[in-house]
């Protein structure tokens, strides 16, 4: 592991994953068998999140708080979260953590060159993540609520820790001191007449300061501004395709009447 | 029947008509201009790709206003490509509706042509006297797949980067040349920002000016003899004592009305993507698209969009072991021209068929699905002359027949959902059977079309009044 991390936050993430191994040991676990392809099963992420306006101003705090450091959410401007029922004063006051003004793109100041060395890979864009996460296995909300409930301790790891939903992925857990350390374990099951590993359930190994349930409750509110960011308009898209519909079913209704009135002509 | 200008309008209308054709462009295109009363359902599709012509023009325009064709990375490590997309999709206001018009569009556009196409499959709309439409109607329908291609690019998406990756590394299979003319067509040795700007300058100017032109050229083919009908019988030989039509109708009113009915409902299905699935499933807007495009990160499954996905299976389904399958073809073909013809034919053909048996397997594999994919497009363009049926319309056509046509069908389905899959040994097999069928429903139809009983055609259409 590279040394030049300069946050504590980060350091303190990955002393709260269990002892770390040189990076030259592999997996102990074994692979968890997932179906080709790479289609895990996914929780669903409450839609309801989505239309309350509390929810989505919770989401978009964890997200400065959290998440803020390594991504961006390049695609959305700081004065954008007004739709989200916040003023001006409150946003500069409490959701601009860096030095943006107030119509600047929501930006990480993590250099990303040097994130790619730290980490193996650039933590990407937020953006569109609850879009581009989309399969038939569910939504990209769903991949998201799963994927930040999905962690568990792993010594072999560079970071300490593993997540069953993006296997060996190179973000630590950082929520970890509101969900707690989770160990997952694994029975051997028979597939196809090979011995493979399949992940059973979590253990919680050490508290966190939420209960699981207020943890879900808050990793919902997260998703639902990450789904928010990536597609601001999908509210207003159905609200208006309601009237568009309406509209058109009303027009069919008389262009298929005068239609038939012409016609009665033709014998 | 002499046309004397006998009365002449008066006023603005006047003052034009005496400088410009108008009143008689009218008449002779709109209100004069006859038309079969026995349109059914499927004769919705061409006007319906009229409209999705219009309007992936016009939400074009918009969208050109605020897209940047750039590759490089902006402040945020985003293409900027990517990044005007989505300030359409966000800053710019009603501009996701736009965005989602255009996308959705390009797919309702290979639904409504596809559809269009079936019509003429069926009805025989493309023998005598009309092959010329049918001929405009194949070079729009491959116009039609290049401005889709170049389009697809232009989100900059990993969908769009890989997706004209692969397909612009199929040009490279050709012999000789293929290496230097896929650079040529990049514009670099990989796909990137010169790619990127040309591929804009074709999907913006280039292909549509030709589609425009393509399907004026269509329509006035069109207009000239006049459309068949699903009888597949010839209005304009019974007219009455004015040189109109027995079963023709005026187009307008009666199918400028009626023609907006289809409109009504195209948009009501339209709309209701656009608003509330514009997404598709993943199938109108690809999921991996909503990544930037990364040319060191491949996608686990790269497929093209789900119109060009049957074609995609037969280029996957040419193999080394299917060149063998191909060679039998022409070992069989060649058999054919030696003992069923004579003179030049007999030798020409045999000989033919011999060079491209050897030919078969002299060049890759990789190169024979280039050409099968094309030209199972190609192949298209010779319906007129494959077709030698004494009948235009399936309706007439023996039941068998029918139940071959069905099987065409099923079999296209097939093959597209065979293209969207990840390529499996089973589905290959099934790809390549279906590649043969493709295939031997066209270049046997001189064989299968003489076969059979036919049902004598009709001297009127049939009509129920409603």
Redo the contacts between chains.
């Keep these: 592991m590279k040394s030049s991390m300069s946050t504590l936050s980060i350091g303190a993430i990955i002393r709260g994953g269990s002892r770390m191994l040189a990076a030259a040991g592999f997996a102990l676990l074994g692979s968890v068998a997932i179906a080709a392809g790479g289609a895990v099963k996914l929780d669903t992420f409450p839609t309801t999140k989505l239309t309350d306006q509390a929810a989505l101003q919770n989401g978009a705090k964890l997200f400065m708080n959290y998440c803020l450091g390594c991504h961006g959410i390049s695609q959305v401007r700081y004065n954008k979260l007004r739709e989200l029922g916040l003023n001006e004063e409150q946003i500069k006051s409490n959701l601009i953590l860096t030095s943006a003004k107030f119509g600047d793109p929501i930006m990480t100041t993590l250099n990303l060159k040097d994130a790619a060395e730290w980490f193996g890979k650039a933590p990407p864009d937020l953006s569109l993540t609850a879009r581009s996460r989309s399969s038939h296995s569910g939504t990209g909300a769903d991949w998201i609520y799963t994927y930040l409930r999905s962690y568990y301790l792993d010594p072999s790891r560079p970071t300490g820790w593993n997540n069953l939903t993006y296997p060996s992925v190179g973000m630590p857990h950082v929520l970890w001191e509101l969900q707690g350390q989770n160990e997952a374990v694994f029975k051997t099951v028979k597939d196809h007449g090979q011995d493979v590993q399949v992940f059973d359930k979590f253990v919680q190994t050490s508290k966190g300061s939420l209960s699981t349930a207020d943890y879900d409750n808050t990793i919902a509110d997260l998703t639902a501004f990450l789904a928010w960011v990536a597609e601001p308009s999908a509210m207003a898209r159905k609200q208006v395709g309601v009237w568009v519909l309406l509209f058109l079913a009303v027009f069919f209704l008389f262009a298929w009447r005068l239609n038939a009135a012409y016609w009665k002509d033709i014998k | 029947m002499a046309a004397e200008k006998v009365v002449q309008a008066s006023g603005l209308l006047g003052w034009v008509d005496r400088r410009f054709p108008l009143i008689s462009l009218y008449k002779g295109h709109l209100s004069e201009y006859y038309a079969p009363?026995n349109f059914n359902f499927f004769y919705f599709f061409g006007s319906l790709a009229m409209l999705v012509l219009v309007l992936q023009i016009v939400t074009g325009i918009f969208l050109v206003m605020h897209y940047k064709p750039d590759a490089s990375l902006?402040?945020?490590?985003?293409p900027v490509a990517f990044?005007s997309v989505?300030?359409i999709?966000?800053?710019v206001p009603f501009g996701?509706?736009i965005r989602?018009m255009h996308s959705t569009g390009a797919s309702a556009f290979f639904v409504v042509v596809f559809l269009h196409m079936f019509r003429g499959l069926i009805y025989g709309s493309y023998r005598e006297p009309r092959e010329l439409i049918w001929i405009f109607g194949c070079l729009i329908f491959l116009c039609l797949m290049a401005e889709a291609f170049f389009g697809y690019l232009l989100p900059w998406g990993q969908m769009s980067f890989w997706g004209a990756q692969v397909i612009v590394n199929l040009f490279a299979a050709v012999p000789l040349i293929g290496p230097d003319l896929a650079v040529w067509i990049r514009g670099d040795f990989v796909v990137g920002d010169a790619t990127l700007n040309r591929f804009f300058a074709f999907h913006v100017i280039a292909i549509p000016l030709v589609l425009l032109g393509l399907v004026a050229a269509h329509i006035i083919a069109l207009h000239e003899v006049g459309s068949n009908n699903p009888d597949g019988v010839e209005i304009k030989a019974k007219k009455d004592n004015n040189g109109i039509p027995l079963d023709g109708?005026p187009f307008h009113?009666?199918y400028t009305?009626?023609d907006?009915?289809g409109?009504?409902?195209f948009?009501?299905i339209f709309?209701?993507v656009?608003?509330?699935m514009?997404?598709g499933g993943?199938y109108f807007l690809e999921?991996?698209?909503?990544?930037?495009a990364d040319p060191l990160v491949t996608p686990?499954?790269i497929a093209p969009v789900w119109y060009f996905t049957p074609y995609y299976s037969m280029l996957r389904a040419t193999t080394d072991i299917f060149t063998w399958v191909m060679v039998a073809s022409a070992a069989i073909a060649a058999g054919y021209f030696w003992v069923k013809q004579q003179g030049l034919l007999k030798v020409g053909g045999a000989v033919a068929m011999i060079v491209l048996a050897v030919a078969f397997r002299v060049f890759d594999a990789k190169f024979w699905g280039v050409v099968v994919m094309g030209g199972a497009v190609i192949i298209m363009f010779f319906l007129p002359w494959l077709d030698k049926s004494p009948v235009k319309s399936i309706r007439q056509r023996p039941g068998w027949q029918k139940w071959l046509y069905g099987v065409f069908v099923v079999n296209f389905f097939v093959l597209g959902y065979l293209g969207v899959m990840?390529p499996t040994t089973a589905g290959t097999i099934v790809s390549q059977v279906g590649t043969v069928f493709y295939f031997g429903f066209f270049l046997l139809m001189p064989v299968w079309t003489r076969m059979g009983d036919y049902k004598p055609v009709p001297e009127r259409v049939s009509?129920q009044?409603?």
């Design positions: 009363k902006n402040a945020a490590g985003i990044a989505e300030y999709m966000r800053e996701w509706v989602y109708i009113p009666y009305v009626h907006v009915v409109i009504a409902g948009a009501l709309f209701a656009v608003f509330f514009p997404e993943g999921f991996n698209n909503f990544i930037p686990s499954h990840p009509f009044a409603h």
